[in-house]
Every structure is written in C-alpha cells, then in structure tokens.
C-alpha cells in the first residue's frame, strides 16, 4: 500500500517553508502569494496528499456538522426538502450547512471539498455529476454519504429515491384516462439517471396504451447552466412552449419534469394564445407549495421533499452514530394529485 503524502513532501517540492504549505493547506487567510499558492496546490494534487481531517474520520466523529450540497437552492422543491433535513438534525443535535452547486459538477466537487476540509460528521448529496470518481473518494475516507433525489451507478451508498420512471408512467396513465391521446414529454438535458427513467417510464406507458411513439413529442432543452439563478426552470418551460407551438400537429398534453417548468410553459403558452386547460393539458412534476395557488392549479405528480429530506437525514445520522452499519436504499413510490390543468377530452367506456 503506497504511503500517504505529507507536508514535508510538498515543502520539498514547491520549495517554500512547512508554515505556508500548512497555511494554504488548511484554508487558513493568512496572505500566501497567488503563484505559490497555486504551486502549492499544484503539488499536494500530484502526491494526492490528504489532509489529517480527512485522514482520520473517526477522530473527527465529535462533529456534529453535515454537509448538504443541493443543484439549487431556487427551486422550491429544494427548500422544502432541506426543512425537513434541518429539522431531523435539530433533533438530535446536528448543524446541516447548505451549498449549492448551481447546476455545475466542478462547483459539486468544490463543495464537496469544502465539507471534507470541514470536517464534518456526514454528507448528504443530491448530485448531477455523471463522474462519480470523486465520490468513490469520500467513501474511501469513511465519511458516511446518502444521497437523494438522483440516482448514482455503481456506488454502494445509502440512498433516498423517488420513482421517476413509475411516475412519469403514471402521468401517462391519468391523461389517456382523461381521453389524450397525444402527449408530449418535456424535460432538462438528460445527463442525469432519473431524467432518463422518467423518458422510459413515459415511453412505456405510451407503449402500455398503445400510443404511438412519436419523436417531436419528446422535447429537451439543450443546457443544463442556469441562464438566471432563478429563472432556469421557468424558462425551460417557456422554450418548450414556442417548441410546441410551432409543432404541426400539436399535442393534447404535456408532462413537465418539474413545477417550475410547467407554470413557465403555461405561461408562455397564455402569451402565444393557448389556454391551459382549454387549448394544451399539462401535468407537473413535484407538487410544490405554490402549484396549488398557481394559475390554473397545476396537476402534478406529489414528490414529497419534506419527507424526503427527513428520511435522508435519519439515516445519515444513524450512520454516524452506528446504529446501522448496511446502506440503506428507500425507494418511494408517486402519486398524483389532480387539480385543474388537464382537461376531460372523453371518458373511457
């Protein structure tokens, strides 16, 4: 087993005394010039040194912070799941901490450094990073890590998920009951696992129903940044919007990945001379706060992120305490709460 980096290693290296490397190492704000920082910084990557603090995890269990990183902290799904992460910590006397990545991996990986340099008792993470390298190096660490809201390959961590495929299946299954018959699927860049269950469990149902697949119904942005901190979803659903008006034969519904989504897509369609539920259905995806009281009140499908976080933050802290030493894997199941944004076309017989 190949020995682990040290200070004197990188002093050696970069040339410059233990006091600077340890400063720039630590985090401290002590004023390092820029270029040698950066050598620094440099060197401790190539000898893959790692810090004490990370080293030695079950020195470090007195912690009673966790790390929470989230895509975004704009979207109301994300707020009311972190509530219910807040309280459970609260309870038993832990102080989650909130970072978002904004839709970046690289910002995800600093953040995920950054709880690491913190020492903390425990990650959870929602994370849009197909590469899960840097998380195969959390766990080499023994921080304990659940994650939620998305799925990763191949790793074995405890996980909180909602059933994506099920649910968009199920957002097939009420409207073809609502008599459409032709629905259309609209959704972010599917660079993440649940995006892509949710296209499946849509094509299924399509299938399960005898509904013709038809490829200028599955409609995707094509960027995953976030064009405004706030406005990202929103305006996902007002292009899908001028994508769908512009379609010759357009669909009877829509099902949206998300809330947000939809009320920019019923918007814009409002502004294009459409109606919801008059002209276009449109069903969502989270069952926010605000698709209650929205214009019209939105049928969505219920993901419930209160429940989601508290459950994810019970099983990281039983994980610290070591009170369960097996992952646990939570999958929960979508309903869907029916409000008036899709309209009866015909009843079935």
Same mark, same amino acid.
């Given at each position: 087993?190949?020995?682990?980096?040290?200070?004197?290693?990188?002093?050696?290296?970069?040339?410059?005394?233990?006091?600077?490397?340890?400063?720039?190492?630590?985090?401290?704000?002590?004023?390092?010039?820029?270029?040698?920082?950066?050598?620094?910084?440099?060197?401790?990557?190539?000898?893959?040194?790692?810090? @004490?603090?990370?080293?030695?995890?079950?020195?470090?269990r007195i912690s009673k912070d966790i790390g929470v990183v989230v895509p975004t902290l704009t979207n109301p799904f994300y707020p009311q799941l972190l509530v219910g992460v807040e309280n459970v910590c609260e309870e038993h006397g832990?102080? @989650?901490?909130?970072?978002?990545?904004?839709?970046?991996?690289?910002?995800?990986?600093?953040?995920?450094?950054?709880?690491?340099?913190?020492?903390?008792?425990?990650?959870?993470?929602?994370?849009?990073?197909?590469?899960?390298?840097?998380?195969?190096?959390?766990?080499?660490?023994?921080? @304990?890590?659940?994650?939620?809201?998305?799925?990763?390959?191949?790793?074995?961590?405890?996980?909180?998920?909602?059933?994506?495929?099920?649910?968009?299946?199920?957002?097939?299954?009420?409207?073809?009951?609502?008599?459409?018959?032709?629905?259309?699927?609209?959704?972010?860049?599917?660079?993440?696992?649940?995006?892509?269950?949710?296209?499946?469990?849509?094509?299924?149902?399509?299938?399960?129903?005898?509904?013709?697949?038809?490829?200028?119904?599955?409609?995707?942005?094509?960027?995953?940044?976030?064009?405004?901190?706030?406005?990202?979803?929103?305006?996902?659903?007002?292009?899908?919007?001028?994508?769908?008006?512009?379609?010759?034969?357009?669909?009877?519904?829509?099902?949206?990945?998300?809330?947000?989504?939809?009320?920019?897509?019923?918007?814009?369609?409002?502004?294009?001379?459409?109606?919801?539920?008059?002209?276009?259905?449109?069903?969502?995806?989270?069952?926010?706060?605000?698709?209650?009281?929205?214009? @019209?009140?939105?049928?969505?499908?219920?993901?419930?992120?209160?429940?989601?976080?508290?459950?994810?933050?019970?099983?990281?802290?039983?994980q610290i305490n070591g009170k369960t030493m097996e992952n646990t894997a939570i999958n929960l199941r979508p309903s869907i709460v029916e409000r008036a944004s899709v309209r009866t076309l015909y009843l079935r017989e």
């Open positions: 087993m190949a020995r682990k980096a040290t200070i004197s290693q990188i002093v050696q290296k970069v040339g410059c005394s233990p006091a600077t490397v340890s400063r720039v190492l630590s985090g401290s704000d002590y004023p390092v010039k820029k270029e040698t920082r950066r050598k620094i910084l440099q060197a401790a990557k190539e000898l893959n040194y790692v810090s @004490p603090s990370i080293r030695s995890p079950m020195k470090n832990y102080t @989650p901490f909130f970072c978002s990545s904004h839709r970046s991996p690289k910002k995800e990986q600093e953040m995920l450094k950054a709880s690491l340099s913190r020492s903390v008792a425990g990650i959870i993470l929602s994370s849009i990073n197909e590469n899960q390298d840097f998380l195969t190096d959390i766990l080499q660490h023994n921080i @304990p890590l659940v994650v939620f809201d998305q799925s990763l390959c191949n790793l074995n961590v405890s996980y909180v998920k909602f059933n994506y495929f099920e649910a968009a299946k199920l957002a097939v299954e009420h409207l073809y009951l609502k008599g459409h018959r032709q629905i259309a699927f609209a959704s972010p860049p599917l660079n993440r696992l649940v995006r892509r269950e949710a296209l499946e469990g849509y094509l299924f149902g399509l299938d399960e129903f005898h509904l013709p697949r038809q490829d200028e119904y599955v409609i995707l942005s094509d960027s995953e940044k976030e064009r405004d901190e706030g406005l990202y979803d929103f305006e996902n659903g007002r292009y899908f919007a001028k994508c769908i008006f512009r379609l010759e034969k357009r669909p009877t519904a829509v099902f949206t990945l998300n809330d947000l989504t939809a009320f920019g897509l019923i918007d814009e369609l409002g502004k294009l001379g459409l109606k919801v539920p008059e002209d276009i259905s449109v069903v969502g995806f989270d069952n926010i706060e605000q698709s209650s009281f929205f214009s @019209p009140p939105l049928t969505t499908i219920n993901q419930p992120a209160y429940e989601i976080g508290r459950l994810t933050a019970k099983i990281l802290i039983d």
